[in-house]
């Protein structure tokens, strides 16, 4: 009878320490994989994706145009078992709110300070920013205004030079910022950039390999852009990005003066920031891991591999 119930208890604990086990296992790997959530924010869902244990360096993804957070997801999928990685989407971006133009004013400098509280509500205080595209004037922004929270740069195609503007590429838009409000050009760049092709084209021009692209991104896009009102949205950033070149100057010389290490990953076949806007920041830091790829404007579309790679060993090397 002693022997049964000794075999009994025995049972017991192996079945609790194994379970303990599992839930264990189960807590760390739910650190390690993605986790969405949103932050109320002056009102507003700022959705995010997140991975990775915030106890770990931080590194902060910031989206470009015209998509959003999705576009960091086979990073978010690979580097959360070393870093904590975070990626919010933008208001009118995303899964994030999206009000009304009459209800929220869509500039940089807007949008910087949405980002900007975002991030100090949701605790993260030093941070490796990555820059794509439209990260990269909201990202300097944070930056300029934050020095000390941010221990270095991961770029991606995110621009900030003059050289770096395609004279091409930028054309109709800066026809745009002499002429605001005219029905013709605001419908010709409509056609043009938020059509269902040129949106597909954002993603595939100068790429190896188009038809190996994932269409899901530009999918996802489609609908969003199908909203009303968004098309005055993205207009009214258009309109604005002109306030960004006037900031280039601010952030060459926080470049010059805080010398933060760069990982830079540029797909040299972009149509909007051609090769000259990688190869100006060479002026500025010199701390830089320097990389063109074969591709398009997405680099990660295409190079995933290559630039998460490249990733995990800046941040190792750099930042512990």
């Not at 022997?3 to 086990?21: E, H, P």
């Not at 470009?64 to 580097?79: I, T």
């Not at 595209?133 to 621009?159: L, Q």
Request: glycine share 8%; charged share 25%; with cysteine.
């Amino acid at each position: 009878m002693k022997l049964t119930k000794l075999f009994c208890i025995f049972a017991i604990a192996i079945i609790l320490f194994s379970t303990v086990g599992v839930n264990m296992s189960n807590a760390k790997n739910n650190l390690t994989t993605v986790r969405y959530g949103t932050e109320k924010i002056d009102g507003l869902d700022i959705f995010y994706r997140e991975a990775g244990n915030p106890s770990k360096q931080a590194v902060v993804m910031l989206h470009g145009f015209p998509h959003s957070s999705h576009m960091y997801r086979d990073v978010l999928a690979k580097l959360g078992d070393d870093f904590y990685l975070i990626a919010p989407d933008y208001p009118g971006f995303g899964d994030s709110s999206f009000p009304r133009v009459e209800d929220y004013t869509y500039t940089f400098d807007n949008i910087a300070e949405t980002m900007d509280k975002f991030l100090i509500q949701h605790g993260v205080d030093n941070y490796v920013l990555t820059i794509q595209d439209y990260g990269a004037p909201i990202g300097f922004r944070i930056a300029t205004k934050h020095p000390e929270k941010v221990k270095g740069f991961v770029v991606m195609n995110g621009n900030a030079y003059e050289e770096g503007l395609s004279p091409e590429g930028w054309a109709p838009i800066m026809k745009y910022w002499e002429n605001k409000n005219n029905p013709e050009l605001e419908a010709a760049i409509a056609g043009q950039v938020f059509s269902a092709e040129g949106l597909k084209w954002q993603y595939t021009h100068g790429t190896r390999n188009p038809e190996g692209i994932l269409p899901d991104s530009w999918n996802l896009d489609i609908m969003k852009f199908a909203r009303e009102g968004q098309h005055q949205m993205q207009l009214d950033l258009f309109y604005d990005y002109q306030n960004n070149v006037k900031e280039y100057p601010k952030w060459q010389q926080y470049l010059r003066d805080t010398q933060p290490p760069m990982l830079l990953v540029w797909g040299k076949n972009d149509a909007f920031f051609p090769e000259p806007g990688a190869e100006a920041y060479k002026r500025d830091v010199k701390d830089i891991d320097y990389n063109l790829l074969n591709t398009g404007h997405f680099a990660l579309e295409e190079e995933s591999e290559f630039i998460i790679n490249k990733m995990r060993t800046f941040l190792k090397d750099n930042l512990g």
